[in-house]
């Protein structure tokens, strides 16, 4: 076994512990290792990583399952819908530049991390749905299963927030849901992608099997890391990724440019400044007494 491939299924590992923990992140690790670590072609690492994310969301959604934290109904609805919008931006994807696909995954990487900073509405008190509204899955499992075709991004980090913020629905169900959609997504994306990209079948099942033993970590782990702590710090970790991609794609001029690192560095800490203070403004809120 080469260096290169021991670091990549080393780190392969985080890919499924991402899975396991917080529903999704999979496709956000998965593209940058293998186009970054294991050097594959921009397309060949979209396809791989919709192999190895699907393949690791069946094995994730099983624990979830017979915890009755899956909405069968809704994911399969929103499941099949995503198939049909990730197999077409499967094949679109065979038409677009491979810099372009790795710019929006950046920026898919960008939009989801965001999501994650924030967190996601609070839905104590409010009546949840056994099921979702099925036209309005239908649409949403469309939009995002296209973006998961194009770009190989936007799995449990669209359709967790999706399913919690349309309906209501508790976050351990929504995380359970997704990884159903995340896995029938995946594979029609990858359907779509096998008619113009080849794969390295032996790299995939290396870096799936890692995969899967670290969503069984990841499972474990799950009840013993606050979540919000959690989703903040990979919030973090993500938009530090997505940069870092949308800087490669720059002209080597630009890259070395001082300024550059300057005003990315400023725009973090301005970033993360605001997020402190946001936070302390909200335990401030929450631990004032109710007006009468």
């Known amino acids: 076994m080469t260096p290169t491939l021991a670091l990549t299924i080393g780190l392969a590992v985080l890919i499924g512990v991402s899975l396991g923990l917080l529903g999704g992140g999979g496709s956000i690790l998965a593209v940058p290792l293998l186009v970054y670590v294991a050097d594959l072609p921009t397309k060949e690492a979209v396809a791989t990583s919709l192999l190895v994310v699907g393949a690791t969301s069946v094995v994730g959604v099983l624990p979830h399952a017979r915890a009755n934290r899956v909405r069968w109904r809704t994911g399969l609805i929103f499941g099949f819908a995503g198939m049909v919008g990730a197999y077409i931006g499967g094949r679109l994807a065979g038409f ?4 372009f696909l790795l710019s929006g995954f950046a920026v898919m990487m960008l939009a989801t991390a965001v999501t994650m900073i924030r967190g996601r509405r609070d839905t104590k008190g409010r009546a949840v749905p056994h099921e979702l509204p099925m036209l309005r899955v239908i649409l949403d499992g469309l939009v995002v299963g296209l973006v998961t075709g194009l770009v190989g991004a936007g799995g449990g980090f669209l359709v967790v927030p999706a399913l919690a913020l349309l309906g209501g629905l508790p976050m351990p169900v929504a995380v359970g849901t997704s990884l159903v959609v995340i896995a029938m997504k995946s594979f029609a994306g990858l359907a779509g992608y096998l008619s113009s990209v080849n794969i390295d079948w032996n790299l995939a099942a290396a870096v799936t ?80 007494p109710a007006s009468r």
């Open 96 to 99: 677009i530049p491979a810099a």
């Open 209 to 288: 099997l890692a995969a899967v033993a670290g969503s069984v970590a990841g499972g474990r782990l799950a009840g013993r890391i606050p979540a919000d702590v959690l989703r903040k710090s990979f919030g973090w970790f993500v938009v530090v990724m997505g940069v870092l991609v949308l800087v490669q794609q720059l002209p080597a001029e630009l890259r070395t440019d001082p300024l550059l690192w300057t005003g990315i560095g400023v725009a973090a800490a301005i970033s993360v400044a605001l997020t402190v203070l946001r936070g302390r403004s909200k335990v401030r809120t929450q631990g004032e």
